[in-house]
């Protein structure tokens, strides 16, 4: 039997932050909006966290039966946990791992299916594909990126804010954008690291098509964009007008990775820098929930 050391490696868990930060972004949205169950929103947490995992799990089982885990060079953000190579929890178990969490995560779907009805199905029906498609298909298709900040920035965003109520406030939308923004690069990149071990592997993801320059400007852009998109949400009058602190994130932490982008994207991604991408990404979430909450108070 793995221990509780192995399991929360393949989970993860560190990065499980994420689903957290999304989940308060996307129920603040709908509070902001006059819809607000604590049930509901506790139950999406249960359902993202344990979807997230199962990503992770089937994502450790691809890798090591393909052999990157055995080739990438790990950093504390990128390069798999290392659990399987390390001989902590056999394939076998975390394939399985997989399929237990991503139960959990259907169930809480059809807990919101007996609330909502149909709204939810797309959400359901997408998901599913993210969760089993992700890294045998998606990730060798050249969308991995884009499927990451879907699957785990704008739509969780937006599928929160819609099970309160069955209804989508514009809001969770424009919330949303940054989420998918951030998460899209939080993942672009953690994969400049292991660029050899995907090449090797047969990934298809931006680095590998692109190159490591052309990449590097991708993730300036979305990084820029982000900030933007929060300002724009405000000025439309779609965001209230606190919602801009959540700009203060990307002023703060973008520097670093920003500054490899530009001038060194040949090199190594300093692992500074890509600190400063997780925690600009969990940040910027949360700091637009607060002000969603605070103006909801207001």
């Given at each position: ?35 607000f169950?604590?049930?509901r ?46 001989g ?9 791992f997989?399929v ?43 969308v ?46 953690n ?5 050899a ?7 298809q ?42 700009v203060?994130?990307?002023?703060l ?7 490899w ?21 969990l ?14 108070v207001?």
């Open positions: 039997m793995p221990s509780i050391k192995a399991f929360a490696g393949v989970a993860r868990a560190p990065f499980l932050l994420l689903p957290v930060t999304l989940v308060a972004a996307g129920a603040a949205a709908a509070a902001y909006t006059g819809s169950s604590w049930l929103t506790v139950v999406a947490l249960v359902g993202l966290i344990a979807l997230h995992i199962a990503v992770d799990a089937f994502n450790e089982w691809s890798d090591m039966k393909t052999g990157i885990d055995l080739k990438t060079q790990r950093t504390p953000f990128s390069g798999g946990s290392g659990t399987l190579p390390a902590e929890m056999s394939t076998r178990a975390a394939f399985w997989g237990v969490t991503a139960a959990i995560g259907l169930a809480a779907g059809i807990w919101f299916y007996s609330k909502i009805g149909w709204p939810i199905i797309p959400f359901m029906i997408i998901g599913a594909i993210f969760v089993v498609g992700y890294t045998d298909g998606l990730a060798r298709i050249g991995g990126e884009l499927a990451a900040g879907l699957g785990l920035g704008g739509l969780p965003v937006v599928g929160v804010a819609l099970v309160q109520s069955g209804v989508i406030p514009e809001a969770a939308v424009w919330a949303g954008i940054p989420a998918t923004l951030t998460t899209f690069n939080l993942l672009l990149l994969e400049f690291p292991d660029e071990a995907d090449r090797e592997g047969g990934r993801n931006i680095v590998l098509m692109l190159g490591r320059p052309a990449a590097a400007l991708v993730y300036a852009i979305a990084a820029l964009l982000t900030p933007a998109s929060i300002i724009l949400a405000v000025t439309l009058g779609k965001l209230p007008l606190l919602a801009l602190v959540a203060l994130p990307s002023l932490l973008l520097a670093k990775p920003l500054g982008a530009f001038q060194h994207a040949a090199d190594a991604v300093p692992v500074p820098a890509m600190g400063s991408n997780v925690v600009w990404n940040s910027t979430n949360v700091v637009l929930a607060g002000a969603l909450i605070v103006a909801t207001l």
